[in-house]
Nanobody, 114 residues
Framework: QVQLVESGGGSVQPGGSLRLSCAAS????????MNWYRQAPGKEREFVAF????????KYADTVKGRSTISRDNVKNTVYLQMDSLNDEGTAVYYC???????WGQGTQVTVSS
């Protein structure tokens, strides 16, 4: 069955960096695009970043553009989200998502606080 396991979250000061990981299994990862989403306290889940199956095409939400980088390793079946210059808006639970599936992983908590 499809599994998505996010990791790498934690607490960081404003201006800091984190690298999130999502290990995927149960589908042909190397042939599929992947997304990252996030859900801040009291807010709806929102799109963060997209990467095409071969990694050649990426898209970002305006709120993270220029400060985040999505990448993938199709040998390790893992998608990453490098986040730099984090600010308070970065506090959220971050989820990876296979666009053609309905499953959400457990997410990984990112807290940006001084």
């Amino acid at each position: 069955q499809v599994q998505l396991v996010e990791s790498g979250g934690g607490s960081v000061q404003p201006g800091g960096s984190l690298r999130l990981s999502c290990a995927a299994s149960g589908f042909s990862f190397s042939r599929e695009a992947m997304n990252w989403y996030r859900q801040a306290p009291g807010k709806e889940r929102e799109f963060v970043a997209f990467i095409a199956y071969a990694g050649g095409s990426t898209k970002y939400a305006d709120t993270v553009k220029g400060r985040s980088t999505i990448s993938r390793d199709n040998v390790k079946n893992t998608v990453y989200l490098q986040m730099d210059s984090l600010n308070d808006e970065g506090t959220a639970v971050y989820y990876c998502k296979w666009p053609r599936g309905s499953l959400w992983g457990q997410g990984t908590q990112v807290t940006v606080s001084s």
